[in-house]
């Protein structure tokens, strides 16, 4: 009998011993198991509620990225987070705010799932890269890769794991203020940009502690808005869509991307957020794409607004039929969702997707075995403005600034002996070069122009203001109040101008004049400073004129009339310390315009890639039946892929060879001139007869090289169907045989071209 016991004991052990095991080896808990699986079982034991909580994303209670919705009171939301009602919060700030927010998702809710932590870590955290346009510039993507890792490591060293970054937006329209956040006008540019932006947030492993989860944004058309006014209505055609839009946004998903947002605006009748064609059809059916889909602010809501919807709950429903599968800040889906599903009207399965999507990617980076594992706060001390992370951000701001013009050859200034007079408000401005998209930088920590030209010691350099860009304090809520009249201090300007050799005018748009709802319709020089330019001048002719922007500006008369222009954007942090070596030819400039500059505001939407028409030249002298205007030329005054050099380089020898389904592109470049330089060589295509019509030229390859003076060397390219094929109107990717052009040069107005047949 006492045998017996034993052995029933034994087998009781074993039996406590195997269910414990299986309860281990089969819970969400158990790290052992794959993504998939915890997620399914962790979604077995959750309720639709908790279900839809995790599609539910708050705002914090300190900072706003867009308008506060009338029912976003703190006390409902900490209600919601202790049911459980919430999946995320964005623009909650620091690690103690994260830690404190996390603890109550994680301790206080039945199942303690913890919450994923969004921000708009955009061009970096507290310490800017230069805005992205600007690191667009570079055309260098190792460094913006390294720019977006930096951004990653500071924002996750304060509790932040998710960033609504990169904007993968195409636009072809400066007056769209949004074009600072963005590629450029570029499909080709763009998506390599966008791959390098997602890899350098996301690394190679989420659950790594210094990796953060990216964004591509907005999925789609926002940058296509009518008349460049921002939220726009969106009309574009399925070519567009197609072969400018969408690729940077498949880019992103080959990249790795985990998360998409979807946009404000509607394209083709149908709001961003409530379209099923975008979000099913094409991204998650056709693309595969098995990341979440978050909306943008309150755009489930907006839906309303648009005509789309007719409240909230109609809002929901046609938001998580479409598959926005998490709602940010419009209270449609934790309000309604649950009745939805209980009027039958929404199915069940598709809360069950969106959850799952969302949990999965909770899962890869790690939350479920650390919730707090950004929430270090001697990681926070740091991380935050070090070495590396300085670093990198002068490195990606000299990379960034590109060489308009140099004509007199006044760049690089000499290092002793002169006189400089440095004019503009914004030279002395420490706020306005961190740009708009800055959340969490500290007002005043850029260094500005005249901090970072103090650093050369061997001239004599005077300040005068000239006049204030702005008044008041430009905030990123409210409109930037631009100085209109006042030119008192324009003869103490002139005055120093006249005694110097050489003045230095940094004139633009302040930080703030460009991002979220900043559209313009006059893109030149703001208030006064084109007059005190000119002013400026008839007593000095002798100036570089620093441009300090976040969209492309008209400059037909500082293109007329000043020997070397320098465009610097907004730099961030280091903005000063760049250019001041870029004046000084301790970097040779080596950027190009990501987007083209207009002569006239009245040209855009203006691109180099445009389509030829059917009347593209002038049939006959004073023959006006052709594309054209009686008053400005077509062409770009700058155009995209322009950018000079403190040395030049030559093009020569351009040779193509079939080789089976590949073309083989050489080219020899040569740098000509007094100084080491780097050059980025550029290749662009043109499919001369297609059953869609092809863009006179499209770049389709492009190598950053660096060449000693004299130096030549032979760079290839190869052309597979990838760069030679286009989506037809049925959504077929094909290559369609014929004549095709290929040019090589260091623009989109490139120097040498020839032909080849792809033969059927
Ligand atoms: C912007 C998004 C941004 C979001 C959260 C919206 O207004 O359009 O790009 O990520 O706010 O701040």
């Known amino acids: 009998m006492k045998k017996l016991n034993k052995i029933v004991s034994f087998l009781t052990l074993g039996v406590m011993l195997l269910s414990c095991g299986q309860k281990n080896e089969s819970t969400y808990e158990n790290n052992e198991l794959s993504v998939d699986k915890r997620v399914e079982n962790l979604l077995s034991k959750m309720t639709l509620e908790e279900k839809i909580g995790q599609m539910n994303q708050y705002n914090g209670f300190w900072n706003v990225t867009g308008p506060s919705p009338i029912q976003g009171d703190a006390a409902k939301k900490y209600k919601d987070l202790r049911k459980g009602y919430v999946g995320s919060m964005l623009n909650v700030r620091g690690v103690d705010e994260v830690r404190a927010i996390q603890k109550i998702a994680v301790e206080e809710t039945r199942l303690g799932i913890p919450l994923i932590i969004g921000f708009d870590v955009i061009h970096g955290y507290e310490t800017m890269s230069p805005i992205p346009l600007a690191e667009a510039a570079s055309w260098d993507l190792e460094a913006i890769k390294k720019s977006a890792e930096m951004a990653a490591l500071e924002a996750s060293s304060v509790g932040i794991n998710w960033t609504f970054a990169p904007m993968v937006d195409i636009s072809r329209d400066a007056r769209w203020g949004r074009v600072m956040e963005g590629a450029g006008e570029d499909t080709y540019l763009g998506s390599k940009i966008a791959i390098a932006r997602v890899k350098g947030f996301q690394g190679d492993d989420l659950s790594k502690h210094n990796t953060i989860v990216a964004c591509a944004k907005h999925f789609a058309g926002y940058g296509f808005a009518e008349s460049g006014r921002d939220y726009n209505t969106v009309d574009v055609g399925t070519s567009t869509l197609n072969n400018v839009i969408f690729p940077p946004f498949q880019a992103s998903i080959e990249a790795g991307v985990r998360t998409f947002m979807n946009s404000f605006n509607e394209l083709n009748g149908v709001p961003a957020t409530g379209n099923k ?164 930088a500290k007002d005043s920590t850029a260094v500005s122009v005249l901090e970072g030209l103090s650093e050369y010691e061997g001239n004599n350099v005077v300040y005068a203001k000239g006049a204030d860009v702005s008044l008041g304090t430009p905030d990123f809520i409210t409109e930037v109040k631009i100085n209109e009249t006042d030119k008192s201090e324009f003869d103490a300007a002139k005055k120093a101008a006249k005694n110097a050799d050489v003045v230095v005018m940094v004139l633009g748009e302040h930080g703030f004049q460009s991002g979220e709802g900043r559209s313009r319709t006059e893109i030149g020089l703001p208030g006064v400073q084109q007059e005190l330019l000119e002013e400026v001048y008839k007593v000095n002719k002798n100036i570089v004129l ?117 073309v083989s592109v050489k080219i020899d470049v040569k740098n000509v001139g007094d100084v080491h330089g780097k050059e980025v060589v550029q290749l662009y295509l043109r499919d001369m007869v297609a059953s869609v019509t092809r863009p006179v030229r499209e770049l389709k390859g492009f190598e950053m090289i660096e060449l000693e003076t004299g130096e030549e060397k032979t760079i290839q390219f190869r052309l597979t169907a990838k760069e030679l094929g286009f989506y037809n109107n049925e959504g077929s990717f094909v290559v369609e045989p014929g004549m095709f052009k290929v040019f090589l040069g260091g623009s989109s107005k490139t120097v040498i071209e020839t032909s080849f047949e792809i033969k059927e």
Not at 591 to 615: A, D, E, I
Request: with cysteine; proline share 5%.
């Open 277 to 440: 064609f975008l979000q099913r059809t094409v991204l998650k059916e056709k693309w595969g794409f098995d990341g979440f889909v978050v909306s943008d602010w309150g755009s489930i809501s907006e839906m309303i607004s648009h005509g789309h919807a007719k409240d909230n709950k109609d809002a929901a429903n046609i938001a998580v039929n479409a598959g926005s599968d998490m709602d940010m800040e419009s209270y449609a889906y934790v309000d309604h969702l649950a009745t939805l599903v209980s009027e039958g009207k929404v199915d069940a399965k598709l809360i069950d997707d969106a959850a799952r999507r969302i949990l999965k990617v909770k899962f890869e980076l790690g939350l479920f075995e650390d919730p707090y594992k950004y929430c270090d706060n001697k990681r926070e001390q740091e991380v935050l403005g070090s070495k590396p992370v300085l670093d990198a951000a002068l490195d990606m701001a000299v990379k960034s600034i590109v060489l308009l013009k140099n004509e007199k050859n006044i760049l690089p200034l000499k290092k002793q002996g002169q006189k400089i007079a440095v004019i503009g408000a914004l030279a002395n401005d420490k706020t306005s070069p961190l740009g708009s998209w800055r959340i969490a």
């Open 546 to 662: 620093v441009l300090n922007n976040g969209r492309p500006l008209t400059l037909g008369w500082a293109d007329a009339h000043i020997p070397s222009i320098l465009e610097c954007w907004q730099l961030g942090t280091q903005s000063g310390h760049a250019i001041a070596k870029v004046l000084y030819g301790d970097y040779n400039p080596s950027g190009k315009l990501p987007m083209s500059f207009p002569r006239h505001v009245g040209q855009l939407p203006l691109y180099y890639n445009y389509k030829n028409t059917g009347r593209p030249t002038l049939p006959g002298k004073d023959v006006v039946f052709w594309s054209h205007y009686q008053d400005e030329k077509n062409e770009a005054l700058y155009p995209f892929g322009h950018g000079l050099s403190y040395t030049r380089f030559t093009y020569e020898n351009l040779k193509v060879e079939l080789q089976g389904n590949e």
